[in-house]
């Protein structure tokens, strides 16, 4: 999404991708169990599945922790049950937030997430209120230095992607989740690396954020989201001025 590739290249820069590795690989545990258990352990014959192994690989995840997600999915080893739960709300400068929750005990994830709602002085909106501007597509963020523009773009939309435009450092790939195997393994036979990749919230349209305090409150809203043990993903449909993203990767 807008803005989202060079906030993510601003964090990994200062060091916060690497200190929450541990984090993201239980995270990507929490959701290999969930897509096992409801289309079985082989990537095979399980899209969802395969592109979780394919975000797994992309940030280096041990395959020893990979295999024992899997089978506590299965079965073959004792897991915890998840259920997905989803909270929606506005932040600063009107900014819509989706929350996308796997945890084992709902109440307490619905009273944590509430307590960093309210602490940043907003509380959750009602259902479908947010998510209803956003659309669930395939996202694949290349490295824009990598390979040309044109070549990329016959290999996508050959293998069905949807779009594809700049976002900065890189090329960002929009598909209809069902087409984002397809597109995935297209670049993986053509040697293509990604810089991350998965079914994403997108949205329809943005909202600018030219205001920095805005800017950081709003991101380190997220970023208190994104340290809860229950949450998986949060989307947001901010886009963050280059000048302001300049201001904070210089902090």
Known sequence: MSGHSKWATIKHKKGAADAKRGKIFSKLSKEMMVVAKQGGGDPGKNPSLRALLQK????NMPGENIERAIKKGTGELEGVTFEEVVYEGYIGGGVGLIVKVLTDNKNRAAAEIRHIFS???TSFAGQGAVTRGFDRKGQIFVDASSINEDK???IVLEAGADDMSRDGDEFEILTDPAK???VMEALEKAGI????SGISQVPQTYVPISDKQIATSNMKFVSDLEDNDDVQNVYTNMDVSDEILKELEKE
Not at 193 to 196: F, R
């Open 193 to 196: 690396k990604t810089d991350e």
């Open 152 to 154: 990329l773009m016959d």
């Open 180 to 182: 984002f195997t397809a």
């Open 119 to 121: 602490k940043h002085g």
């Open 56 to 59: 797994a690989k992309s940030v």
